[in-house]
């Protein structure tokens, strides 16, 4: 395998290293992904290429992209090969936009998944309080960016975000920069600064609406919404973002998609 002209050999660890061998080549794959030597949407060489490359047997190669594939760093396209996995709409659906409007489990009609319409209300530079600064493993006082979004499905205000990111990882990131993207939020981390969000940890809970949240979901103060605690993981588990969502559930809900593996 050629990485910027350079052949490289899987890195093993030492002999006493608990790691299975696939689990290696798994690390060193997640590696070459994150040092950026294949971009979001670009074909990695043949299992074949890979598995010489790395001095590995076809099958321990298939056995890490599996993972890899199961955990959406690499997306599997039939007749064309392997690629790293792009962050666009149809993933955002799937993997972490949770509110879909209320169903009657007895209807039999198929609803249609909508894209949500999101608006930037407020981008600011300032320093991390605590909160943020435990989630983001910085210290408190270091700079930060906070940025609210409202989130409409079908005309409907049923979301407010609020994102707090590491001015330290997000270096010259701008209000219009922001605001401009073409794709999602988690596609400009990935395309123009190089993070690739693998998935997110979530804590949800019961709380009375504040002031500010309340005006933008159009309820009352002190109305009953949920509060969805999420950080968002790159390669190692390293935090890359710290976002509060708030959920007017009077007719909408939190929905998570659960399955178990063989």
């Known amino acids: 395998m050629q990485v910027k002209n350079k052949t490289v050999p ?25 040092d950026g030597h294949y971009g979001p949407g670009k ?87 605590e909160a943020e600064a435990r989630a983001l493993r910085i210290k408190p006082g270091d700079a930060v960016f906070r940025i609210e979004n409202k989130l409409a499905l079908r005309g409907r205000v049923v979301l407010h975000d609020r994102l707090a990111l590491s001015a330290a990882i997000f270096r010259h990131l701008t209000e219009k920069r922001f605001s401009e993207r073409p794709s999602t939020i988690y596609a400009l981390f990935q395309t123009d600064f190089g993070i690739t969000v693998l998935r997110a940890q979530e804590r949800a809970r019961a709380v009375a609406a504040g002031r500010a949240v309340a005006r933008v979901l159009g309820v009352a103060a002190g109305a ?20 509060i969502s708030t959920i007017n559930t009077q007719a909408h809900d939190y929905v998570s998609m659960l399955s178990k593996t063989p």
């Open 43 to 129: 074909p990695l060489p043949s299992e074949a290429t890979l598995a010489l490359a790395l001095k590995v047997s076809v099958g321990t190669l298939r056995h890490a992209v599996d993972e890899l594939v199961h955990e959406h760093v690499l997306v599997r396209r039939q007749g064309k090969g392997t690629f790293v996995a792009p962050h666009n709409r149809a993933r955002f659906m799937f993997q972490f936009f949770h509110v879909e409007p209320r169903w009657d489990p007895e209807d039999d009609m198929s609803r249609e998944q909508v894209f949500p319409d999101i608006d930037c209300i407020a981008f600011a530079r300032d320093k991390a309080d």
């Open 224 to 243: 009953p919404v949920m509060e969805v605690h999420r950080l968002a993981l790159t390669f190692g588990d390293r935090p890359v973002e710290y976002r």
């Open 10 to 34: 899987l890195k093993t660890s030492p002999a006493n290293d608990s790691l299975p061998l696939y689990r290696q080549v798994k690390r060193e794959l997640q590696k070459i992904i994150e």
